[in-house]
């Protein structure tokens, strides 16, 4: 079954870049750019990958952002992540990037996606993975920084496919970003939105009633609520589920009790992803294995798991085509 997942063609659709920040390569930034972690070695920082809930990750979430500086720092961060998808057997993954987390220190929005931006072209040239860009913005933010960060991305639209909304759920319901993403539609971005992680079903329902969202990052809350379910099934919106980011975050006690088999017997459209995979103890495949472990998850189960992240990419029609193909092939030989 380690061998099956290992190999299966997939796609990551729920990824924060700086959630994929490893500890030594953050150290040698934070060397390299003259600036003080809280935290004395590697270890110590380790040790403190310990959360209690979604505030307490992000809190230390922010910390480790705080040492990347210039164009180079994203690209290698940006860069690294896209190797480990090479050998995971990711094909394509969609890439969020929180780019207030740094403007709000000083650093440029075009050194941001222009670090980011390139690495992506050259991954792709180099190491055939595709990626997509989703610019998230911080819900604990007004909605008017996040109107001033829409209007930074409007010179680099072209590098970006979407907008998501991520950071404190609870007390930051999508209703107080209802303008922003209604203007970035006008722009042409995709919609998406965190919801439904740590806050109630009521967000889920407001993400798509105002936001008007194509995808639902997490929507663990949605099983709370039969109404909602139809609503998702009908109009055909994926959850982006993250088991291992559900369990470090103990949104789940145990990944036994992980509603995803819940949400595929419902006849939900359903991914799975490894959200902040340097903070929550796995890559893509790693959350693919403990769940399938946790759930008793068949092949059958998995290839459609796989499946559903190529349908629900932002990938244009021809591309998805080839990858769900590959992955057709690739399951008929190994079922
Ligand atoms: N930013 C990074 N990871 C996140 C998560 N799991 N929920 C909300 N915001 C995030
Ligand atoms: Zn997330």
Known sequence: MINFINNLPKAELHLHIEG??????????????NIKLPYQSIEELKKAYNFDNLQHFLDIYYKGTSVLIEEQDFYDLTYNYLKKCAS??????????????????GVNFETIINGISKACLDAERSIGVTSLLI??????????????????SLPFKKNIKAVGLDSSEKNNPPSKF????????????????????EGPSEYIWEAIELLKVKRIDHG???????????????????????????LALKVVDKLEEHPLKKLLDSGLEVTINSDDPAYFGG?????????????????FDLYNLAKNSFQHSFLNDDKKEQYLTELEVYYNKNK
């Open 88 to 105: 995971q057997q990711i094909r394509h993954v969609e890439i969020m990037f929180d780019p207030q987390s740094h403007t709000s220190r």
């Open 135 to 152: 610019m998230s913005f911080l819900r604990h933010l007004s909605e008017e920084e996040a109107i001033k960060t829409l209007k930074q």
């Open 220 to 246: 663990n809350n949605a099983l709370n609520d039969l109404d909602l379910i139809d609503t998702i099934k009908n109009r055909n919106i994926p959850l982006t589920i993250c088991p291992l980011s559900n």
């Open 178 to 197: 209802q303008h922003v993403f209604l203007e970035a539609t006008k722009q042409g971005y995709i919609p998406v939105a965190h919801a439904g992680e």
């Open 283 to 299: 890559q893509l495949n790693k959350n693919y294995i403990e769940i399938q472990k946790a759930l008793n998850l068949t092949k």
């Open 20 to 33: 994929t920040f490893e500890p030594e390569l953050m150290f040698n930034l934070a060397t390299k750019n």
